[in-house]
């Protein structure tokens, strides 16, 4: 991810990769310095044991709801040779469980002995991504979260010259947000000087069929959220207020949302920046079908260029 990244930076773009791996592009001048954030990472698995049977016991990595997940196809990573396609295994009542999550952890079967194929304790477990289009405007794979962030700040840093900016700025495109935030840990240690932080990421919201509305909801093609509070912080009402306007001079439709969750921000808040999240919103959060709106991605683009250089 941290290499295709790199490919589409612009021609002017000078990138920086940390010890943590966290890539960055910093430009501008200016006393005030805007943080910009997208995690490379996403959820997935590591194999915890391969049990007698050939089958591989899996550890999550990030929040995944396993039940989701079952009879999926899987990948499993081994360094050196092409991925492994097998299945996530479902429970033998997987059609007529009445119970909403599977009895333990989750299992791959590969179909062929993992020791034969150098499969270990600590191997990577993924699925298979594919892109597809949802009607003129949406679009679900697995692995929007956040992949869609990371597009977002590669194209709004192409609508950027630098040489106009009157303050500096930094595009961040960090590792293991779903484990813990510990790539945006070491940002903050590293980026002392910020005075405002927005992290680039999903808003996870209840538009879908089955969810009530009476929390998380912001409808898909409305626009970017700027995201007003969740499990971590509570944004005060006169920076949302600055932000809508900012929005509204630069004609992109913006929702002020309330969802669960925290982002990359959190580990700034001890350095006194500036802290708001701007998200697209997402529905099947975490899951193999995520869905997005590429009307709310377009306006989010509007959003950070518009936040980078007014």
């Known amino acids: 991810m941290r290499d295709e990244v790199r490919r589409h930076l612009p021609a002017w773009a000078k990138p920086e990769v940390d010890e943590q791996g966290n890539l960055t592009v910093t430009f501008g001048q200016g006393k005030e310095h805007r943080l910009f954030v997208a995690h490379l990472d996403e959820i997935g698995f590591r194999v915890a044991q391969v049990l007698p049977d050939g089958r591989l016991q899996l550890e999550t990595r990030g929040g995944v709801?396993?039940?989701?997940?079952?009879?999926?196809?899987?990948?499993?990573?081994?360094?050196?040779?092409?991925?492994?396609?097998?299945?996530?295994?479902?429970?033998?009542?997987?059609?007529?469980?009445?119970?909403?999550?599977?009895?333990?952890?989750?299992?791959v079967y590969l179909g062929d002995g993992a020791a034969a194929l150098d499969v270990h304790v600590g191997s990577t477990v993924t699925m298979p991504k594919r892109m597809l289009r949802l009607g003129a405007h949406r679009a679900l794979a697995r692995g929007f979260d956040d992949r869609v962030g990371c597009a977002a700040l590669l194209l709004a840093l192409q609508r950027i010259d630098p040489a106009q900016l009157t303050r500096r700025v930094t595009f961040a495109w960090d590792v293991q947000e779903e484990v813990g935030l510990y790539g945006a840990a070491a940002l903050a240690r590293r980026l002392t000087d910020l005075t405002a932080v927005h992290p680039v990421d999903t808003f996870v919201s209840s538009d879908t069929p089955r969810e009530s509305k009476r929390f998380a909801y912001a409808p898909l093609g409305r626009g970017p959220v700027l995201r007003a509070m969740d499990n971590a912080i509570?944004?005060?009402?006169?920076?949302?207020?600055?932000?809508?306007?900012?929005?509204?001079?630069?004609?992109?439709?913006?929702?002020v949302g309330f969802t669960g969750g925290a982002t990359d921000g959190v580990p700034f808040l001890a350095g006194g920046a500036v802290m708001l999240p701007f998200s697209w919103p997402g529905r099947s959060s975490h899951s193999p079908v995520e869905v997005a709106d590429l009307r709310d991605v377009d306006a989010l683009v509007r959003l950070i260029v518009a936040a980078a250089t007014e």
């Open 65 to 107: 709801l396993a039940t989701a997940w079952e009879a999926q196809a899987a990948l499993v990573h081994v360094e050196g040779r092409e991925d492994l396609p097998a299945v996530f295994a479902p429970r033998e009542d997987w059609r007529t469980a009445e119970r909403w999550r599977p009895p333990g952890p989750l299992t």
């Open 234 to 255: 509570l944004v005060p009402r006169d920076l949302i207020e600055r932000f809508q306007a900012l929005a509204g001079r630069a004609g992109v439709p913006v929702q």
